[in-house]
């Protein structure tokens, strides 16, 4: 019994370690990788790391699967663009899709962040294609009704006194209704606090400094 403990242990250590070692190899590389077409084969930059971020995330704690920063350090990737990350997550999680979308493409693609965007553009595109029943008047006239349906949906929602509950909440769901990643939401947040409180911050020395000439 202690001899296969043993071996489990040795197992997994030696699974950790080779994670580690992948994650500090492509943070060496990241900043080399441009052609999108040799990062998504399947040794390719992109690949390798979805493929990781995938694992990490599957191994997370959390209730949400986000990743930790401190599991992002000890992987050494930290260093590589967060959008990059997610972006990769993204194609691994959606590989045989975003392949044959590139195959048939046929401009290609600069990054990730084309493809994305060019598959949601696809996607949204096909949506009224497959309402659209024999009457073509009537498929074109459908889009046009549901915008102020949603506009006013939206203006209702905030004349109603809003928690901080009700906005968490809000947020996921519009996350998930239009295909954003919530990781990259809560970042982009968390950036925009840190510039206010650095503005902040910068008129209060600026005030200090003004009052300092004045007296």
């Given at each position: 019994?202690?001899?296969?403990?043993?071996?489990?242990?040795?197992?997994?250590?030696?699974?950790?370690?080779?994670?580690?070692?992948?994650?500090?190899?492509?943070?060496?590389?990241?900043?080399?990788?441009?052609?999108?077409?040799?990062?998504?084969?399947?040794?390719?930059?992109?690949?390798?790391?979805?493929?990781?971020?995938q694992e990490l995330k599957?191994?997370?704690?959390?209730?949400?699967?986000?990743?930790?920063?401190?599991?992002?350090?000890?992987?050494?990737?930290h260093t590589i663009d967060?959008?990059?990350?997610?972006?990769?997550?993204?194609?691994?999680?959606?590989?045989?899709?975003?392949?044959?979308?590139?195959?048939?493409?046929?401009?290609?693609?600069?990054?990730?962040?084309?493809?994305?965007?060019?598959?949601?553009?696809?996607?949204?595109?096909?949506?009224?294609?497959?309402?659209?029943?024999?009457?073509?008047?009537?498929?074109?006239?459908?889009?046009?009704?549901?915008?102020?349906?949603?506009?006013?949906?939206?203006?209702?929602?905030?004349?109603?006194?809003?928690?901080?509950?009700?906005?968490?909440?809000?947020?996921?769901?519009?996350?998930?209704?239009?295909?954003?990643?919530?990781?990259?939401?809560?970042?982009?947040?968390?950036?925009r606090l840190n510039a206010?409180?650095?503005?902040?911050?910068?008129?209060?020395?600026?005030?200090?400094?003004?009052?300092?000439?004045?007296?």
């Open positions: 019994m202690a001899k296969s403990a043993k071996t489990q242990a040795t197992v997994v250590g030696t699974t950790i370690d080779a994670l580690v070692k992948e994650g500090k190899a492509l943070a060496r590389i990241w900043k080399q990788t441009n052609s999108l077409k040799d990062s998504t084969k399947a040794s390719g930059f992109d690949t390798r790391l979805g493929k990781l971020m599957a191994q997370s704690t959390l209730d949400s699967g986000q990743i930790s920063r401190q599991v992002l350090v000890a992987h050494g990737i967060r959008r990059r990350r997610s972006e990769a997550l993204w194609f691994v999680e959606n590989q045989a899709e975003c392949l044959e979308f590139m195959k048939a493409s046929k401009k290609g693609f600069t990054s990730l962040t084309a493809l994305q965007a060019a598959m949601r553009k696809a996607n949204a595109d096909t949506k009224p294609a497959k309402a659209e029943p024999s009457n073509v008047g009537q498929s074109d006239a459908k889009p046009a009704k549901a915008e102020p349906k949603m506009v006013q949906h939206s203006e209702t929602k905030v004349s109603v006194p809003v928690t901080r509950s009700v906005m968490v909440n809000t947020i996921i769901k519009q996350c998930e209704a239009n295909n954003l990643d919530l990781e990259k939401v809560i970042d982009d947040l968390i950036d206010q409180e650095a503005q902040v911050k910068k008129e209060a020395e600026m005030n200090l400094t003004l009052k300092k000439s004045i007296g």
